[in-house]
């Protein structure tokens, strides 16, 4: 269940199911989130972060009011910006993209999803600034969200040679331009987005706007170049960094307006 068998909007996105503010981080939460598989651990980085992950233990799986903090590990190098957060399936394995000097960096922990135990970091140089990032299809695919302005997002697939590993012989296959104007939203500068495990649907945030969330869904697993249609939904806040957790049934992101993450 590291990804969802499908993602499927509402209408509209208002009734909250929980959430918490981060008092001890500075403003803009709208950038990376991340859970362990069983809901029991909650990571986050926000675009003015201190230079740090944090990490939460939830007593009641998947609920973010039970969170309390388990861990805030400094990036190793150090960077101000954070963009977004990915963990491998079993935790043994930690991303992290930056726009302080647009980098992805990766990190192997000696403990699943426990980011104290974290090794030394290994570099990815995407050549642009990532906004956001998944590692999909079995480790064997990475797509990035390279930021060009509010209404243009370049979503780039890459081929891994060798699975999950970023560090390794990493190949650009192209990609497209995400539009404002073609999908039917003001924005399109989110953060961190999420994929379906079939490969055939994107979601991600938008951070202004009415329409906030968007999917992208593609006739073909994984191509870009194949035919794709849009869906839009509402939501009551500005959602940043989008995570679809627990088998597709819940949602969580960081809300640019109240600065508190919520689960939907």
Sequence with gaps: YKYPKAITLA??????????NPSSQGGYIRTGVE???????FFNI??????????????????LSTAT????????????????IKFNPDGTRMWIATTSNNRMYQYDLSTPFDVST?????????????????????????????YSSSTSTTLTKF?????????????????????SSTIGVTDVRGYGGDWSEDGKQFIMGTISGTNDLF??????????????TYNVA????????????DNGTKMIWGDENAQTYRLF
Excluded: C, W
């Excluded at 859970?35 to 651990?41: E, I, L, P, Y």
């Excluded at 891994?160 to 539009?179: A, W």
């Excluded at 999917?215 to 035919?227: G, K, V």
């Design 118 to 146: 974290r090794g030394s970091a290994g570099l990815f140089d995407p050549s642009i600034t990532v906004h956001g990032f998944a590692v999909v299809n079995k480790g064997n695919t990475m797509f990035t969200q390279g």
């Design 159 to 179: 081929t891994l040679t060798t699975p999950y590993d970023i560090t390794g012989t990493v190949t650009n296959n192209g990609g497209i331009i995400l539009s």
């Design 234 to 245: 509402s939501t009551n806040g500005k959602p940043g960094g989008v995570k679809v957790v």
């Design 46 to 63: 926000s675009e003015y972060s201190t230079n740090h992950v944090y990490e939460y233990d939830l007593s009641t799986a998947f609920d």
């Design 11 to 20: 209408s509209s996105y208002n009734t909250i199911a929980s959430s918490f």
């Design 215 to 228: 999917t992208i869904n593609f006739a073909t697993a994984y191509d870009l170049t194949s035919t794709k």
């Design 69 to 84: 903090v388990a861990a805030a590990d400094s990036f190793d190098p150090p960077q101000t910006y954070g963009a977004d």
């Design 35 to 41: 859970m362990s598989n069983d809901g029991t651990k």
